[in-house]
């Protein structure tokens, strides 16, 4: 190792410890995976490494070497091996195969839990929705661990703008009744990405009724109106169609409520019925299937209104709740929200048979 490579490895080291030390705060109060501390635990040997190689040259060869061999045996088995869950999967549509290499790599509770830790520093949640968001993650994710829940995640993929009709990701949630499920719910997600977390919630309404639930992913922003998210979506009831499914709900969640009211009528010889969660476009086709309208009374980003005024316009057709809640209602206010759903969609299979 040279003397000028060696003396301008602590730059580097404390350049890539910035993120380490913006997290470190967290970390006591943040529950993190198995995977997640081997990761920490390498990112720190490796830093730890750099930062001293001017005055230790052998035990910092030694903590960088250390540091890079537990980082790429880690990647290396859960890329080999990845984990896979009993009640719900990440897979790759339309083929359909298994998750791609990079979705294998993190688990979404350490992306998601650390990230709620920081967005209220970076105003993306607000002081009023930041309020027990932390606590309901760690709750969610804790329930999800002891349901067989994948750990995996599309997250990475999608900020990397790998989400094509050609090859997406989506997740798939599996009632256990032991016989070909005959309902489906497609559930879009809204603007941040497709999440592990957000799916699971919705399937467990579609387990009530014996759906199978599939979440598929596009562009970060949820723009399901575009292209490539009608693409994907006909891709979506394509693959529960193969699998026998005979009735399709389309749910969505924000700017995936938005997509779904804005694609129901292009889709509504593939759709039994629509359920809304915090997002709406009232100035779209007004569809005549039946529709659930689910809405938080403190949403900051999407007006009650706008909800209020798609409930009206669909009329008859539409059952519209309000709750106690904001943005985050999927999330906070779950068994609520679950209750409301199992009642609906429980209502529409029983006009279907």
Same mark, same amino acid.
């Given at each position: 190792?040279?003397?000028?490579?060696?003396?301008?490895?602590?730059?580097?080291?404390?350049?890539?410890?910035?993120?380490?030390?913006?997290?470190?705060?967290?970390?006591?109060? #943040? @529950?993190? +995976?198995?995977?997640?501390?081997? /990761? =920490?635990?390498?990112?720190?040997?490796?830093?730890?490494?750099?930062?001293? *190689?001017?005055?230790?040259?052998?035990?910092?060869?030694?903590?960088?070497?250390a540091?890079?061999?537990?980082?790429?045996?880690?990647?290396?088995?859960?890329?080999?091996?990845?984990?896979?869950?009993?009640?719900?999967?990440?897979?790759?549509?339309?083929?359909?195969?298994?998750p791609?290499?990079?979705?294998?790599?993190?688990?979404?509770?350490?992306?998601?839990?650390?990230?709620?830790?920081?967005?209220?520093?970076?105003?993306?949640?607000?002081?009023?929705?930041?309020?027990?968001?932390?606590?309901?993650?760690?709750?969610?994710f804790n329930?999800?661990?002891?349901?067989?829940? #994948? @750990?995996? +995640?599309?997250?990475?993929?999608? /900020? =990397?703008?790998?989400?094509?009709?050609?090859?997406?990701?989506?997740?798939? *949630?599996?009632?256990?009744?032991?016989?070909?499920?005959?309902?489906?719910?497609?559930f879009?997600?809204?603007?941040?990405?497709?999440?592990?977390?957000?799916?699971?919630?919705?399937?467990?309404?579609?387990?009530?009724?014996?759906?199978?639930?599939?979440?598929?992913?596009?562009?970060?922003?949820?723009?399901?109106?575009?292209?490539?998210?009608?693409?994907?979506?006909?891709?979506?009831?394509i693959?529960?169609?193969?699998?026998?499914?005979?009735?399709?709900?389309?749910?969505?969640?924000?700017?995936?409520?938005?997509?779904?009211?804005?694609?129901a009528?292009?889709?509504?010889?593939?759709?039994?019925?629509?359920?809304?969660?915090?997002?709406?476009?009232?100035?779209?086709?007004?569809?005549?299937?039946?529709?659930?309208?689910?809405?938080?009374?403190?949403?900051?980003?999407?007006?009650?209104?706008?909800?209020?005024?798609?409930?009206?316009?669909?009329?008859?057709?539409?059952?519209?709740?309000?709750?106690?809640?904001?943005?985050?209602?999927?999330?906070?206010?779950?068994?609520?929200?679950?209750?409301?759903?199992?009642?609906?969609?429980?209502?529409?299979?029983?006009?279907?048979?």
């Open positions: 190792m040279s003397s000028l490579f060696r003396y301008s490895l602590p730059g580097v080291g404390i350049l890539i410890s910035l993120p380490l030390l913006v997290l470190l705060p967290f970390i006591p109060t #943040t @529950p993190v +995976s198995t995977v997640g501390i081997l /990761y =920490l635990l390498s990112y720190l040997l490796l830093v730890i490494g750099m930062i001293c *190689a001017p005055w230790q040259r052998g035990h910092s060869f030694v903590f960088m070497l540091g890079s061999a537990l980082a790429f045996t880690t990647i290396a088995i859960r890329t080999i091996i990845p984990p896979s869950g009993t009640q719900m999967n990440l897979i790759t549509l339309p083929g359909p195969s298994g791609r290499l990079l979705n294998r790599i993190l688990n979404e509770q350490d992306v998601v839990l650390f990230g709620a830790q920081v967005a209220p520093y970076l105003g993306a949640i607000s002081p009023s929705e930041e309020t027990s968001l932390d606590s309901k993650f760690s709750q969610t329930e999800m661990k002891i349901a067989g829940v #994948t @750990p995996l +995640s599309p997250f990475l993929t999608t /900020y =990397l703008n790998q989400q094509h009709p050609t090859a997406f990701d989506a997740l798939v *949630a599996e009632p256990d009744s032991g016989t070909p499920p005959e309902s489906g719910i497609i879009l997600h809204g603007f941040g990405g497709n999440f592990t977390l957000q799916c699971w919630l919705i399937a467990q309404a579609g387990y009530s009724i014996d759906a199978v639930t599939v979440c598929p992913s596009t562009s970060p922003d949820g723009a399901w109106w575009n292209s490539d998210g009608q693409t994907i979506l006909k891709e979506t009831i693959y529960l169609h193969q699998r026998g499914v005979k009735r399709i709900y389309l749910a969505g969640l924000s700017n995936g409520g938005i997509g779904a009211t804005r694609l009528d292009p889709f509504k010889n593939d759709l039994m019925g629509l359920i809304l969660i915090s997002g709406a476009d009232p100035t779209a086709t007004i569809t005549e299937m039946p529709v659930l309208v689910l809405h938080g009374k403190s949403d900051e980003r999407i007006p009650v209104s706008m909800m209020g005024q798609y409930a009206s316009a669909a009329g008859m057709n539409a059952a519209y709740h309000l709750f106690e809640g904001d943005h985050f209602l999927l999330l906070k206010q779950a068994d609520q929200v679950q209750k409301v759903m199992i009642e609906w969609l429980r209502q529409q299979e029983s006009k279907s048979q």
